[in-house]
């Protein structure tokens, strides 16, 4: 056979068309006889338009790399279909459906007489045939011309949705959103004059980002940072915090928390600080004894004597026991 062998084409794989919800549509199989195991071969394509909208096709036979994979199979490489796929713009419009007629050459040049209509689509809205093009499927949206099945998500806002049966040419709010939850502990504990740091524990059902806020009626003095409640304590016994949350679609949830003062149980001046390993707000405390004293609550007064040396009553340190030279008398 000539590489000057021009190659007869009969019929793409899928008829010709591919779903772009399926795949790139970047190749095709052609079905046809006297393909050439040639470097050379090349794949033809011309664009045209499919539906009315703002593509372009370009103007000029493109030529792409062809690969004979069998005696009677080539693929054919095809330029990026416009057909966008997860993807919404509010201004500039969509292309749900663009076409490619197809030829292929075994040395380059001399092209198949027949050529094939190939054409990609978003099946999601569009139903099509190479025939008779493509048609807008009834349930379904068509937003600034980009395709969405019946209850997909707006790609750049999680809170609109395709509800055909509510509105097919915009986004419908979503319906199924559930409300932030607030765990159920709503009594915490706090130290007079602490600056209690209190993590509101609130989840969204779904998932999305929540924000806390502080309603009329809270401490003026508290306010919020990253849904933790900062407030200087103030020696009320029992404080009311009125709590909002919003989730990311602005469904609301509302709680009333109360901060009720416990005596710090330090003794001899000792000073409470959060117990490290429990939640703040629970209640529970460590001492910060002031020097002299230990113990859980600082009620052990420390006999300095014990653990010092002491010469003639006088506190001392050995700072190094081969060098009995040195000793540092406290006074
Ligand atoms: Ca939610």
């Known amino acids: 056979m000539s590489i000057y062998q021009i190659p007869t084409i009969s019929r793409l794989q899928g008829d010709g068309l591919c779903d772009r919800r399926k795949r790139p549509c970047r190749k095709v199989t052609v079905f046809g006889t006297d393909f050439l195991n040639s470097t050379n071969m090349t794949c033809h394509v011309k664009e045209f338009k499919v539906v009315n909208g703002p593509w372009t096709p370009n103007n000029t036979q493109l030529r792409f790399p062809g690969i004979m994979t069998d005696l009677v199979l080539a693929d054919c490489y095809l330029p990026e279909s416009p057909v966008a796929q997860g993807y919404f713009h509010e201004t500039n419009e969509g292309t749900p459906a663009a076409g490619l007629m197809i030829s292929v050459s075994n040395d380059g040049e001399h092209i198949s007489y027949k ?10 809205c569009m139903s099509c045939s190479v025939s008779s093009g493509c048609f807008l499927k009834n349930n379904s949206c068509f937003i600034n011309r980009y395709c969405f099945a019946p209850n997909e998500t707006n790609p750049i806002d999680w809170c609109y949705e ?4 509510v509105n097919t040419k915009a986004w419908t709010k979503r319906q199924a959103n559930l409300p932030p939850k607030f765990s159920p502990t709503t009594e915490y504990f706090a130290v007079y004059q602490e600056t209690l740091e209190l993590t509101i ?4 059902p779904e998932g999305m980002p929540v924000t806390v806020s502080l309603l009329d ?18 020696n009320d016994a029992k404080t009311q915090f009125f709590l909002k949350a919003t989730d990311a679609c602005q469904a609301t949830s509302f709680v009333n928390i109360t901060v009720a003062l416990v005596v710090c149980p330090c003794q001899n001046n000792g000073s409470c600080a959060p117990h490290p390993n429990k939640p703040r707000g629970s209640g529970f405390y460590e001492c910060n004894c002031v020097p002299g004293f230990t113990g859980d609550k600082c009620g052990t007064n420390i006999d300095e004597c014990q653990s010092y040396p002491c010469v003639r009553g006088i506190i001392s340190n050995f700072d190094d026991l081969s060098n009995v030279g040195h000793l540092y008398v406290y006074m």
């Open 162 to 165: 395709c509800l055909p049966e």
């Open 115 to 124: 050529n094939l209509t190939f054409i990609s689509y978003d099946s999601a």
């Open 201 to 204: 524990d609130v989840v969204d």
């Open 217 to 234: 009626g809270s401490p003026n003095t508290a306010f919020v940072r990253d849904n933790v409640i900062i407030w200087n304590v103030t």
